[in-house]
């Protein structure tokens, strides 16, 4: 197996679709966290000048989606077949629809501007978010209890991981408060996640941080 080494900062955000992946497959990886003030020293380093970047026997590879979809190649976690390949990939760019509006609640200057985003964010893009997921996850004609096919992909984690790390932190709320109430296929699918056994131990023993 290849030595891994995760580099990012110290925070869960998009590297932690990685992380789960390791956990769950049981790979072997040096989790490499750094602080924020010591980035403008690392940047120039990078091969793009951005994180996260993934050591690979030494060679470090950036962009979170190849290394996603590495992963997700490299460990049974991409389908079994070109079709079911695509319906990964289909509600992967479904969940990455979010982050434009992330990064401008980031960008946004001063407290009043952020809640304001903050709120229509929650009213209009989670909730479209929510009710796309739903239908991608009733189209999975296997009804396994998972987006695509009969066993868990990438498209679980990077869902898990919107759902459960992401939009509650960026909507000010704890950990998994993302409602899902009215989605009942999805809030069963965030228990079955959470429910795994090595996600379960991640999850309680991972560094705690606010995004």
């Given amino acids: 197996m290849p030595s891994y080494k995760l580099i990012y900062f110290d925070i869960k955000a998009r590297a932690e679709v990685v992380r789960y992946m390791m956990e769950l497959k049981g790979i072997k990886y040096e989790d490499h966290r ?3 003030d010591t980035w403008p ?7 793009l000048g951005q994180l996260p970047v993934l050591e690979i026997d030494g060679a470090e590879y950036p962009q979170s989606n190849a290394l996603f979809r590495y992963i997700a ?3 049974d ?8 390949q695509l319906q990964i990939d289909v509600v992967c760019e479904t ?11 980031f960008e946004a200057e001063g407290d009043e501007k952020k809640n304001e985003l903050r709120k229509k964010l ?4 989670a909730m479209k978010l929510t009710k796309n997921l739903e239908k991608l996850f009733k189209n999975n004609k296997d009804d396994s209890g998972w987006f695509v096919g009969n066993k868990i992909t990438l498209v679980d984690v990077m869902a898990f991981n919107m759902i459960y790390d992401l939009l509650p932190t960026v909507l000010n709320m704890k950990e998994g408060e ?3 109430k009215e989605h009942d296929v999805l809030k069963a699918f965030v228990e079955r996640f ?3 056994e090595k996600i379960a131990d991640w999850i309680k023993r991972r560094p705690q941080t606010t995004f």
Avoid at 77 to 84: A, D, H, M, Q
Avoid at 98 to 104: C, D, E, I, R
Avoid at 122 to 125: F, N, Q, V
Wanted: aromatic share 12%; glycine share 8%.
């Fill in 34 to 36: 750094i602080q924020k």
């Fill in 41 to 47: 020293e690392l940047k120039p380093k990078t091969p």
């Fill in 73 to 75: 190649r490299e460990y």
């Fill in 77 to 84: 976690l991409y389908g079994s077949s070109p079709i079911e």
């Fill in 95 to 105: 969940v990455d629809d979010m982050w434009p509006g992330f990064y401008k609640i």
């Fill in 122 to 125: 929650a009213d209009e893009g």
């Fill in 178 to 180: 993302v409602d899902v």
């Fill in 194 to 196: 959470t429910a795994l």
